[in-house]
């Protein structure tokens, strides 16, 4: 629900007013151990030993971690404008002259804005291009011009095009080289600046197309990418010393799914399953698991934890993320319902 | 290179172009005819004049890369690559039909010689841009040509294009405009002016050259002049063009965007292609 902008607001707790943050709020809470820039640092090791690797950007360097990269490699860097048509079509054409270029900008802009430059230029042709795209879902207090909460929604229905929603640092850097790897067109989502790293502690490795399951459960099975698979296991913690026993499968790759693991957690029986996405609950992760289910005749009770199908509020983070329900206190309060 | 110890002329390449265009029409009933017949002299010129490759390899790296961002083109480039003997005349008989090589509009898919999918209109000269930046990387002397269409001009992508061709230097692309002023609802400066057209990219920062693109000649001197500017801009050379050129009585139909021909009017319109055959 949107407050109207000439509604006036009451102060409420005037002195712990959280404010909005600057564009990009860290994501990471205090005191947790995190990695800065982890796409840009992982890409300009990888430029080292692969001099097919070029960079683009559409005015937005800084704030998707390219700038690391272009440092590095000036000459490989190639800053395109406020233009993400053209940032799109001439990675196609990079591509066709046998480079790999990594395009960056907002998961909102490449998503609604460039989608049939992607789609025709890129994808259709099934070029190397790879498209690493900052702010997704929920991860800025800017209100809709800069939340993506429906690009994996958008992006789903694109043949060739493999979608990775990565957690953490850790993921991130694996991810970046993965895909530098693949052949054929990438999104990524990325969260940039100073990244929490949480995966370390588990026996983790990324790999395209493979779901993890990183702890084990009686009562609830998350499924879940992006960053609320930090959230599910912080959440996972909290409900054992209410002895819910989670399992935790976190799906980075949204696309292809590991159908066989998401089966084979799901056929568990006597399990709730929670599908948890940075995303709106429209056309991502969720229904996509749901979707697979359904076909497969598995049918466990089954909820999902993400984004509303509104346009959210502008706001402070943390702020948002308890409001739309995609914190740690959220996800524990809304899973204790679900299994009373 | 075919034009190499070749005395065919570019204006006996201009109508055979066109009579491969027109028996491909006749084929299939339909197509835009009109806009091969009205471009058959600027693919004369390109592929028997301006373009560096090699017809039994049309990935050859040494090659000048030519963009169709025009998908529904398609049958004026089928007919040049035919002519230009990168694909054999016997398969126009396949135009648009089930498997061919040679669909409705053009994909870089389907057909040797056809370097995009370009249906979608305001991608070429994107993607000319990058694959000039690649040229670039590669150190290598080819040029991209993008033949675009007034119609497109409409696209704003185009023109985030041009600004980045001009922005990144790239003398290595030449953009064709086919100037025929017609596009699917009617005239093209009625629909969305892009007048003056020659002005607006030259206030992009490119060179910009204008010419009449059914006088073989004058296109002629426009490429040469294009290639061999010495100064660090993109080139384009906006080419007017009239519609179904060479074909008087389609010259003059009302609805010549998607030509619709009576059975008997191919027969006529090869013979009125014939009748104006360079002696």
Same mark, same amino acid.
């Given at each position: 629900?949107?407050?109207?902008?000439?509604?006036?607001?009451?102060?409420?707790?005037?002195?712990?007013?959280?404010?909005?943050?600057?564009?990009?709020?860290?994501?990471?809470?205090?005191?947790?151990?995190?990695?800065?820039?982890?796409?840009?640092?992982?890409?300009?090791?990888?430029?080292?030993?692969?001099?097919?690797?070029?960079?683009?950007?559409?005015?937005?360097?800084?704030?998707?971690?390219?700038?690391?990269?272009?440092?590095?490699?000036?000459?490989?860097?190639?800053?395109?404008?406020?233009?993400?048509?053209?940032?799109?079509?001439?990675?196609?054409?990079?591509?066709?002259?046998?480079?790999?270029?990594?395009?960056?900008?907002?998961?909102?802009?490449?998503?609604?804005?460039?989608? =049939?430059?992607?789609?025709?230029?890129?994808?259709?042709?099934?070029?190397?291009?790879?498209?690493?795209?900052?702010?997704?879902?929920?991860?800025?207090?800017?209100?809709?011009?800069?939340?993506?909460?429906?690009?994996?929604?958008?992006?789903?229905?694109?043949?060739?095009?493999?979608?990775?929603?990565?957690?953490?640092?850790?993921?991130?850097?694996?991810?970046?080289?993965?895909?530098?790897?693949?052949?054929?067109?990438?999104?990524?989502?990325?969260?940039?600046?100073?990244?929490?790293?949480?995966?370390?502690?588990? =026996?983790?490795?990324?790999?395209?197309?493979?779901?993890?399951?990183?702890?084990?459960?009686? =009562?609830?099975?998350?499924?879940?990418?992006?960053?609320?698979?930090?959230?599910?296991?912080?959440?996972?913690?909290?409900?054992?010393?209410?002895?819910?026993?989670?399992?935790?499968?976190?799906?980075?790759?949204?696309?292809?799914?590991?159908?066989?693991?998401?089966?084979?957690?799901?056929?568990?029986?006597?399990?709730?399953?929670?599908?948890?996405?940075?995303?709106?609950?429209?056309?991502?992760?969720?229904?996509?698991?749901?979707?697979?289910?359904?076909?497969?005749?598995?049918?466990?009770?089954?909820?999902?934890?993400?984004?509303?199908?509104?346009?959210?509020?502008?706001?402070?983070?943390?702020?948002?993320?308890?409001?739309?329900?995609?914190?740690?206190?959220?996800?524990?309060?809304?899973?204790?319902?679900?299994?009373? | 290179?075919?034009?190499?110890?070749?005395?065919?002329?570019?204006?006996?390449?201009?109508?055979?172009?066109?009579?491969?265009?027109?028996?491909?029409?006749?084929?299939?009933?339909?197509?835009?005819?009109?806009?091969?017949?009205?471009?058959?002299?600027?693919?004369?010129?390109?592929?028997?004049?301006?373009?560096?490759?090699?017809?039994?390899?049309?990935?050859?790296?040494?090659?000048?890369?030519?963009?169709?961002?025009?998908?529904?083109?398609?049958?004026?480039?089928?007919?040049?690559?035919?002519?230009?003997?990168?694909?054999?005349?016997?398969?126009?008989?396949?135009?648009?039909?089930?498997?061919?090589?040679?669909?409705?509009?053009?994909?870089?898919?389907?057909?040797?010689?056809?370097?995009?999918?370009?249906?979608?209109?305001?991608?070429?000269?994107?993607?000319?841009?990058?694959?000039?930046?690649?040229?670039?990387?590669?150190?290598?002397?080819?040029?991209?040509?993008?033949?675009?269409?007034?119609?497109?001009?409409?696209?704003?992508?185009?023109?985030?294009?041009?600004?980045?061709?001009?922005?990144?230097?790239?003398?290595?692309?030449?953009?064709?405009?086919?100037?025929?002023?017609?596009?699917?609802?009617?005239?093209?400066?009625?629909?969305?002016?892009?007048?003056?057209?020659?002005?607006?990219?030259?206030?992009?920062?490119?060179?910009?050259?204008?010419?009449?693109?059914?006088?073989?000649?004058?296109?002629?001197?426009?490429?040469?002049?294009?290639?061999?500017?010495?100064?660090?801009?993109?080139?384009?050379?906006?080419?007017?063009?009239?519609?179904?050129?060479?074909?008087?009585?389609?010259?003059?139909?009302?609805?010549?965007?998607?030509?619709?021909?009576?059975?008997?009017?191919?027969?006529?319109?090869?013979?009125?292609?014939?009748?104006?055959?360079?002696?």
């Amino acid at each position: 629900m949107r407050l109207s902008k000439f509604a006036p607001r009451q102060a409420v707790n005037a002195g712990e007013r959280k404010t909005t943050s600057a564009m990009i709020a860290s994501i990471a809470p205090d005191g947790i151990p995190t990695r800065n820039a982890p796409f840009g640092q992982t890409l300009a090791r990888l430029a080292h030993q692969r001099p097919g690797i070029v960079g683009l950007t559409a005015d937005l360097a800084k704030y998707t971690d390219l700038h690391v990269f272009a440092q590095e490699y000036p000459d490989r860097f190639y800053q395109m404008g406020m233009a993400e048509q053209v940032l799109m079509s001439a990675a196609a054409g990079l591509a066709r002259e046998g480079f790999t270029p990594f395009a960056t900008t907002y998961a909102v802009f490449a998503s609604r804005r460039a989608y =049939d430059f992607i789609c025709m230029a890129i994808a259709e042709e099934n070029l190397d291009v790879k498209i690493v795209c900052a702010l997704p879902g929920l991860t800025t207090g800017y209100g809709p011009s800069h939340q993506a909460t429906e690009d994996i929604a958008i992006f789903r229905g694109m043949p060739n095009l493999t979608i990775i929603d990565p957690c953490d640092a850790l993921d991130i850097e694996q991810a970046t080289e993965a895909i530098a790897d693949h052949k054929g067109p990438v999104y990524m989502r990325l969260l940039r600046g100073k990244v929490p790293l949480v995966l370390d502690e588990y =026996d983790y490795t990324f790999q395209i197309g493979t779901a993890r399951l990183l702890r084990d459960g009686a =009562d609830v099975l998350f499924i879940s990418s992006g960053l609320m698979t930090m959230r599910v296991l912080e959440a996972a913690k909290v409900l054992e010393a209410d002895r819910i026993g989670c399992a935790v499968l976190h799906v980075p790759t949204i696309k292809p799914l590991d159908t066989e693991a998401i089966l084979a957690a799901a056929r568990q029986p006597g399990r709730l399953v929670v599908v948890a996405e940075n995303h709106t609950i429209i056309g991502g992760l969720g229904e996509g698991v749901a979707a697979l289910l359904m076909r497969e005749g598995v049918t466990p009770i089954f909820r999902q934890i993400g984004l509303p199908d509104e346009f959210l509020d502008a706001g402070a983070l943390p702020t948002l993320h308890d409001r739309y329900g995609i914190s740690t206190a959220e996800i524990v309060r809304r899973v204790r319902t679900w299994t009373e | 290179m075919p034009r190499a110890g070749s005395n065919v002329g570019l204006t006996e390449r201009a109508y055979r172009i066109r009579r491969h265009a027109v028996r491909m029409g006749q084929v299939q009933g339909q197509g835009y005819v009109g806009q091969a017949l009205g471009i058959a002299d600027v693919l004369a010129v390109c592929y028997f004049h301006a373009l560096r490759y090699r017809p039994d390899d049309t990935l050859w790296e040494g090659r000048d890369r030519f963009l169709l961002s025009i998908g529904h083109y398609a049958i004026a480039l089928y007919a040049a690559l035919i002519e230009a003997g990168v694909l054999p005349e016997e398969e126009l008989e396949t135009y648009g039909t089930d498997d061919s090589r040679m669909p409705m509009s053009g994909m870089a898919a389907y057909t040797p010689g056809m370097e995009i999918t370009g249906g979608s209109l305001g991608h070429g000269l994107g993607i000319a841009v990058g694959m000039c930046l690649g040229l670039k990387r590669k150190r290598s002397d080819s040029f991209v040509y993008n033949l675009l269409s007034d119609g497109e001009l409409g696209e704003g992508s185009t023109w985030e294009a041009t600004m980045s061709a001009a922005h990144h230097k790239l003398d290595n692309l030449i953009a064709i405009v086919d100037f025929n002023n017609l596009q699917a609802d009617g005239p093209s400066t009625a629909m969305l002016s892009s007048e003056p057209v020659t002005d607006k990219f030259e206030a992009f920062g490119w060179h910009a050259q204008r010419v009449d693109g059914n006088d073989i000649e004058a296109v002629r001197v426009a490429f040469d002049l294009a290639r061999g500017l010495k100064e660090p801009r993109p080139r384009v050379i906006v080419c007017d063009t009239r519609i179904a050129k060479g074909v008087p009585f389609l010259e003059s139909r009302d609805i010549a965007h998607f030509i619709r021909v009576e059975p008997h009017e191919w027969t006529l319109a090869l013979d009125a292609l014939e009748k104006g055959r360079p002696q």
